[in-house]
């Protein structure tokens, strides 16, 4: 049963950094681009960032670049996105999202499979 | 890419025929993937491609089109479809979401 586990979510003042983490189990994971997507409360979905099966390329939403970095360690099954100069705006569950291939961007074929959400809250 | 999805909520009852729209604000080709999502869960994949259904999903729930209009059809609603569908294209980044659409009880 392929899982995916997010966790790191938590309280931050805005400035502030985090790190959110994706554990996941039962594919190879390699060979699969992923994503992060997330939904402020009450509110939409909204695509943040996606990152290649080998980490080759990566591609992050306009409102995120520069402040996010996704990234993967292969050997560890896990994704990661890292959050600097966070924002009230941020304020969102962050749900991390397996793709149907290896390529991430354009051309891809949706989020097969998500995660539960981790709560990230940007607040002083 | 902006994508109007309609209605914003859809009042139905169980046996109904639903439709909802997705427009693209341009040609995504068939890069048009359909989400359901319930309270205090993760979104679902239901269709991906335009028309593809996703495994395990039952097939009352059937999408069309291409280029910029699509649909999502849920051919007799059952109780537990009462949720919000929301559509994403992936033809180019940023990826982008429809608004939603609630699907409620009338």
């Known amino acids: 049963e392929i899982q995916l586990v997010e966790s790191g979510g938590d309280l931050v003042q805005p400035g502030g950094s985090l790190r959110l983490s994706c554990a996941a189990s039962g594919f190879t994971f390699s060979s699969y681009a992923m994503s992060w997507v997330r939904q402020a409360p009450g509110k939409g979905l909204q695509w943040v960032s996606s990152i290649s099966g080998s980490a080759g390329s990566a591609y992050s939403a306009d409102s995120v670049k520069g402040r996010f970095t996704i990234s993967r360690d292969n050997s560890k099954n896990t994704l990661y996105l890292q959050m600097t100069s966070l924002r009230a705006e941020d304020t969102a569950v962050y749900y991390c999202?397996?793709?149907?291939?290896?390529?991430?961007?354009?051309?891809?074929?949706?989020?097969?499979?998500w995660g539960q959400g981790t709560m990230v809250t940007v607040s002083s | 890419i902006h994508m109007a999805q309609s209605p914003a909520s859809l009042p139905a009852s169980v046996g109904d025929r639903v439709t909802i729209t997705c427009r693209a604000s341009?040609?995504?080709?068939?890069?048009l993937h359909w989400y359901q999502q319930k309270p205090g869960k993760a979104p679902k994949l239901l269709i991906y491609?335009?028309?593809s259904l996703h495994a395990g999903v039952p097939s009352r729930f059937s999408g069309g089109g291409s280029g910029t209009d699509f649909t999502l059809t849920i051919s007799s609603l059952q109780p537990e479809d009462f949720a919000t569908y929301y559509c994403q294209q992936s033809y180019i980044t940023p990826f982008t979401f429809g608004g939603g659409t609630k699907v409620e009880i009338k």
């Open positions: 999202a397996k793709e149907m291939g290896l390529s991430a961007g354009s051309g891809t074929q949706g989020f097969e499979v």
């Open positions: 491609a335009a028309s």
């Open positions: 341009q040609s995504i080709n068939k890069y």
